[in-house]
């Protein structure tokens, strides 16, 4: 398998030779196009290819440096590896581009416009569907540019194979960075792109440059392989960190539930200490009305005692009554009797006869 265009050796090797700049014009405007930006007639490479300079530094990030006829600084790059901090890096290097062209003495109104382009063969945008996004400062509420001195490309090649959604020469750009390697390649009818392919298989014929840049591709791999393990360790421990969550919550409701159990027993324990103190004082109040209805049963029993020797005096005040008014009674009757012998002695009688007829003593007339 052939060494990809994408490999950034191969890459700054065959855009970056000042021999190839046509090539690297095309590449340039067939992005401006899709973006409806302005084309550019020409262009001077001012980062050129330096084969010994890529031998000696194999783990440096080539970029590609160019200046348009009318100064525009362009700043070209293809990234295979996937940073999280891709935007910042990317914002931080246009500024930088722009930053760095003033001299003590030069006007802020001197800066060249600076366009950076970032090929990637990654998704840096995976929830937006268009595969090429330019980006500048604008103005929040009516998107309005607040500048134009700083301008950012990001094309991304996987998306652009899948929905297409660029000019036909991108198409064809992206076409030629996916597949150049493979040995069935069509080549594009784009002339520029046909010369690309051309220089392509001439550098593959540079064994030294293909080492260093099949060396790139193994670092790629490791890194990959680094970052998916990362992935899955940073997996592990989100998943590892969510279950300490998950535990954490459940001690803490735990502990509520502990906590709010341990208050229903303080609760019911106070509730039982006062229901004992309300059954002492139940006990107490009953004990007290046990000795009040024994002392009233006392009371109650020397009461029918006094009430029975009452009635007994008062059967015996009437039986005495009942005499005396028997007494009275007969008494009555006696003298009665004696007054009617009496007259009946008047009448002529004899005492024996007024006391048989008045039914009373013979004596009582004497």
């Avoid at 003590?104 to 063969?121: T, W």
């Avoid at 194979?161 to 000019?167: F, P």
Wanted: proline fraction near 2%.
């Amino acid at each position: 398998m052939r060494i990809r265009v994408t490999n950034d050796v191969i890459f700054r090797a065959l855009f970056g030779n000042p021999a190839h700049k046509e090539v690297l014009l095309a590449l340039i405007n067939a992005v401006f196009d899709d973006s409806g930006s302005e084309l550019i007639k020409s262009i001077e490479i001012i980062s050129p290819y330096n084969l010994p300079e890529v031998y000696s530094d194999k783990e440096s990030i080539c970029d590609i440096k160019a200046i348009s006829e009318s100064g525009k600084i362009i700043d070209i790059e293809m990234q295979v590896l996937r940073r999280a901090d891709y935007i910042d890096r990317s914002l931080y290097y246009c500024a930088h581009n722009l930053s760095s062209q003033l001299k003590r003495s030069e006007s802020y109104s001197e800066l060249h416009q600076v366009i950076c382009i970032s090929i990637l063969d990654f998704d840096l945008f995976p929830d937006d569907e268009e595969p090429h996004h330019t980006a500048q400062m604008v103005d929040r509420i009516t998107g309005e540019p607040l500048s134009e001195k700083m301008t950012i490309h990001f094309l991304e090649l996987q998306k652009a194979e899948k929905y297409a959604n660029i000019t036909a020469e991108l198409a064809a750009w992206v076409r030629f960075f996916a597949h150049a390697h493979e040995e069935d390649y069509m080549e594009s009818a784009v002339s520029a792109i046909g010369e690309a392919h051309s220089f392509y298989l001439e550098l593959l014929n540079n064994t030294k440059l293909v080492g260093i840049a099949a060396d790139r591709e193994r670092a790629y791999r490791d890194w990959i392989s680094l970052i998916k393990n990362k992935e899955k360790d940073d997996k592990r421990i989100a998943e590892a960190k969510q279950e300490i969550a998950k535990d954490k919550r459940e001690i803490a409701k735990d502990k509520q539930e502990i906590a709010e159990a341990k208050k229903e027993i303080t609760e019911a324990k106070e509730e039982i200490a006062e229901a004992k103190e309300e059954i002492a004082e139940a006990k107490e109040e009953i004990a007290e009305a046990e000795q009040k209805i024994a002392k009233d049963k006392q009371e109650i029993a020397k009461d029918k005692k006094e009430l029975d020797l009452i009635r007994i005096q008062l059967g015996q005040g009437q039986a005495e009554l009942k005499n005396q008014k028997q007494l009275v009674y007969d008494q009555g009757k006696h003298e009665k009797a004696v007054t009617l012998a009496k007259k009946f002695m008047a009448l002529g009688h004899s005492k024996e006869e007024a006391a048989k007829f008045a039914e009373i003593d013979v004596k009582l007339l004497d």
